[in-house]
């Protein structure tokens, strides 16, 4: 049996281009959220929006969350993304429980 095979260049693939970081709202603001990246420690154990910058005068950063962590929930509703948490934060601008991955545990933060 005989095959004959032509080797072309596989053309890029056509999905949304998503930005590499978003800015927070509501009482996230001045919170700068990312993709979990495949570099990370969390990657494959947690989903979610990777904190990248927390600017220290924030409602966020005084209720502890750090750059590093990856918010999983926000108001008991799991999220797998930078724009999902924004969305919900947007929605509630007064008070959020969220869920964060850090050394491997989530644990829990009121922010207000």
Do not use: C, W, Y
Request: charged share 20%.
């Amino acid at each position: 049996m005989d095959l004959t095979a032509t080797l072309a260049t596989a053309s890029p693939s056509k999905q949304p281009s998503t930005p590499a970081a978003i800015e927070g709202e509501g009482v996230l603001a001045l919170a700068t959220l990312q993709r979990l990246q495949s570099d990370s420690d969390a990657f494959g154990r947690a989903e979610g929006a990777f904190v990248g910058s927390l600017s220290d005068p924030s409602k966020a950063s005084v209720a502890g969350l750090t750059p590093g962590d990856v918010i999983v929930s926000v108001d008991q509703k799991l999220v797998n993304s930078p724009e999902m948490v924004v969305d919900l934060a947007r929605k509630d601008k007064n008070l959020l429980l969220l869920g964060i991955f850090r050394d491997g545990h989530v644990r829990f933060l009121v922010v207000k």
